[in-house]
């Protein structure tokens, strides 16, 4: 109450407890209980505490509300009336137990309708302070580092194979080889890059290293998959590179681990049981000793099997987690050296990245002859008090993080989308649809190597011209078919040599002309046989035409006319003229020249009768030339006598 508007003579300072942060109002207003003022929520319900307004020393009105059971200071600007409360700051807390608002009298009991609500005093953050985990660089496997290094892409085929890339990775926590303490975790298994074969007790794998091994012994050892998750989209989600006809096969014991602790204590399936309803589900009496196996969980926990799975500690995950892997009959096996040349690993390499293997999945990774890349690793390293950290309750994380050597900037979505920027690498990844819109000119400069895997389909839409420009080898290895549709002229040109290779190749012009042009030579050659055949067939040659082949047919409907200046006709065997009426000779002189000349039993003299070679006499231009009519052969006289010369 202003009496002398010199200021507030009497204001009360209160420390409270927030039981509503949501504002009809929308102004970022709390309803809070002032302990010694409001007494219990017996005695005064919440509905009925004043509203406080919120004062922010930033003087941004864009602020965020103190979550619910969040213990705030501030002061009644009205004095002992208590009704026009204002909040000055958070005092942080640490909650040990769950608050019973019938015992103690205030704050809010917690359900999973405003558990987002109640960042800080949420069973997941029991005995946590209220700085982030990712701030203070502990209990980290409660944070998105496990979820995001199990789901990393790697093996990444790089096309054609002739590209080896020295790709920049991040020596983070959960990359590096000097993990701490807090996210490493018991790796069993061996980790493996691609499924050979899969069988009764055993797998053929190719690990990491190139090397290929049969594995045999406990499934869930041999399968990386210490929950023996079955194979589906959520084994996917985690990494899980394929199925041995059943449950899922993972790349690493790791990520085999992170599935099964996402599935149990971070999916709403499970998340909102006891211990005793979870394990019912997860092994099911049809299947199990399921009570028997709720026991050894809940005994190897120390608590009762009634106890909710959301109040566990982050200790007493891990301890289920090993429990549960025991019951699983989870047991390290035997590795032995695979025979590489056997049929079924070649097969194995030889399947191509998009091949589907047994289960719907892909191929974890390519040959190890061709180069691949990986999805960087979480490049996390965070120090105290270097990196600050927006976590909200929902799962997002933003951190700003100037630790020395480690500075680095993280946005993180729940669902595993994020943006990594880090000294080494920059990462962008969303496990959902991504789309890039951009209404004016874009602009992409690559100072290395451009690499574009695409699992699926690739469609490319250009309404305009299309230029592009390789200052060396350009190079199309394709599988499948390959179809060029073109509208109008398509010109292919070549500095160089030019080379169409095909098993069956087809040139058509099925409209007009097809014509083939050459400063030089033209040479065909068949393995079998060449075969002209139209209607009009023309051969010119300003100097000569030879054709030599094991066997030559020249086919027309009409005539075929040979004109040059000089023709040759040669065979290494037998070489025959045959036609109705053959006519040889018509100028100067006509030589037959052999060891041997062989004229038939029956010999006409024609006594100067003999016709002209008019055909050949007429072909006087190869393009223009037209079928001759051919002279009636001469009248038959009485049989001569046979001679031979």
């Known amino acids: 109450?202003?009496?002398?508007?010199?200021?507030?003579?009497?204001?009360?300072?209160?420390?409270?407890?927030?039981?509503?942060?949501?504002?009809?109002?929308?102004?970022?207003?709390?309803?809070?209980?002032?302990?010694?003022?409001?007494?219990?929520?017996?005695?005064?319900?919440?509905?009925?505490?004043?509203?406080?307004?919120?004062?922010?020393?930033?003087?941004?009105?864009?602020?965020?509300?103190?979550?619910?059971?969040?213990?705030?200071?501030?002061?009644?600007?009205?004095?002992?009336?208590?009704?026009?409360?204002?909040?000055?700051?958070?005092?942080?807390?640490?909650?040990?137990?769950?608050?019973?608002?019938?015992?103690?009298?205030?704050?809010?009991?917690?359900?999973?309708?405003?558990?987002?609500?109640?960042?800080?005093?949420?069973?997941?953050?029991?005995?946590?302070?209220?700085?982030?985990?990712?701030?203070?660089?502990?209990?980290?496997?409660?944070?998105?580092?496990?979820?995001?290094?199990?789901?990393?892409?790697?093996?990444?085929?790089?096309?054609?194979?002739?590209?080896?890339?020295?790709?920049?990775?991040?020596?983070?926590?959960?990359?590096?080889?000097?993990?701490?303490?807090?996210?490493?975790?018991?790796?069993?298994?061996?980790?493996?890059?691609?499924?050979?074969?899969?069988?009764?007790g055993y797998n053929i794998v190719r690990l990491a290293d190139g090397s290929v091994v049969r594995q045999d012994g406990a499934r869930n050892w041999r399968n990386n998959n210490p929950g023996n998750i079955e194979f589906g989209s959520f084994a996917r989600r985690y990494g899980a590179i394929g199925t041995d006809g059943r449950f899922a096969i993972f790349p690493s014991y790791q990520a085999g681990r992170a599935a099964k602790e996402a599935l149990l204590f971070n999916s709403s399936g499970y998340s909102g049981m006891s211990i005793s309803q979870a394990i019912n589900r997860y092994a099911p009496p049809s299947e199990n000793n399921t009570s028997s196996y709720v026991n050894s969980v809940a005994s190897a926990v120390g608590v009762s099997a009634d106890t909710p799975m959301s109040s566990l500690s982050a200790q007493q995950r891990a301890t289920m987690l090993d429990a549960m892997q025991r019951v699983e009959g989870f047991a390290i096996g035997s590795t032995t050296s695979a025979d590489p040349n056997s049929a079924s690993v070649q097969t194995a390499s030889a399947v191509s990245e998009s091949t589907p293997v047994a289960g719907g999945s892909s191929s974890a990774s390519a040959s190890p002859r061709q180069p691949v890349w990986d999805e960087p690793s979480v490049a996390y390293n965070a120090e105290y008090p270097y990196n600050r950290v927006i976590e909200t309750g929902s799962g997002h994380v933003f951190e700003l993080d100037d630790t020395p050597g480690g500075e680095r900037i993280m946005i993180y979505h729940r669902n595993g989308s994020y943006i990594q920027m880090s000294p080494t690498t920059t990462t962008i990844k969303t496990p959902n649809d991504m789309y890039s819109v951009n209404e004016k000119n874009y602009h992409m400069y690559v100072g290395g190597t451009n690499v574009v895997t695409i699992d699926g389909d690739c469609h490319v839409l250009v309404k305009g011209n299309k230029v592009e420009e390789i200052m060396g080898n350009y190079q199309q290895i394709i599988h499948g078919n390959h179809e060029v549709a073109v509208a109008g002229q398509m010109n292919l040109n070549g500095g160089e040599q030019g080379q169409i290779r095909a098993a069956n190749l087809i040139l058509e012009s099925n409209v007009e002309n097809l014509n083939i042009k050459t400063g030089k030579t033209i040479k065909f050659e068949s393995g079998e046989a060449i075969h002209f055949k139209s209607k009009n067939l023309f051969l010119q040659g300003s100097e000569g035409i030879n054709l030599k082949s094991e066997n030559i047919f020249v086919e027309a409907s009409a005539t075929v006319n040979l004109k040059a200046e000089t023709g040759a006709f040669e065979a290494s065997g037998d070489f025959g003229i045959k036609a109705d009426h053959a006519i040889i000779g018509g100028g100067q002189l006509v030589s037959i020249n052999a060891s041997t000349v062989a004229i038939d039993d029956e010999v006409q003299l024609a006594n100067g009768m003999a016709g002209t070679p008019q055909g050949a006499e007429s072909a006087t231009d190869a393009e223009t030339a037209k079928p001759v009519e051919r002279p009636a052969p001469p009248a038959k006289h009485p049989p001569a006598r046979s001679v031979l010369v």
């Open 1 to 200: 109450m202003i009496e002398t508007g010199a200021g507030f003579p009497n204001p009360l300072f209160f420390i409270g407890v927030v039981e509503n942060n949501v504002d009809e109002r929308l102004e970022g207003r709390v309803q809070v209980r002032a302990f010694g003022i409001h007494g219990t929520n017996q005695e005064i319900p919440t509905v009925d505490l004043p509203w406080a307004t919120l004062i922010i020393g930033s003087h941004d009105v864009n602020f965020t509300v103190p979550p619910l059971n969040a213990w705030v200071f501030g002061f009644f600007i009205d004095g002992r009336s208590a009704q026009q409360p204002f909040v000055l700051g958070l005092i942080p807390t640490q909650f040990t137990q769950v608050n019973d608002p019938s015992i103690s009298g205030w704050g809010v009991a917690l359900g999973n309708t405003v558990d987002v609500n109640a960042q800080g005093s949420r069973s997941q953050d029991y005995g946590q302070p209220t700085l982030s985990r990712l701030a203070r660089g502990e209990d980290l496997e409660e944070t998105y580092l496990l979820p995001l290094e199990a789901t990393r892409v790697r093996n990444v085929p790089i096309a054609g194979g002739g590209v080896m890339l020295g790709s920049a990775d991040n020596m983070g926590v959960a990359g590096g080889d000097t993990a701490p303490s807090q996210v490493s975790l018991e790796a069993s298994g061996s980790d493996i890059s691609e499924i050979v074969e899969t069988g009764p």
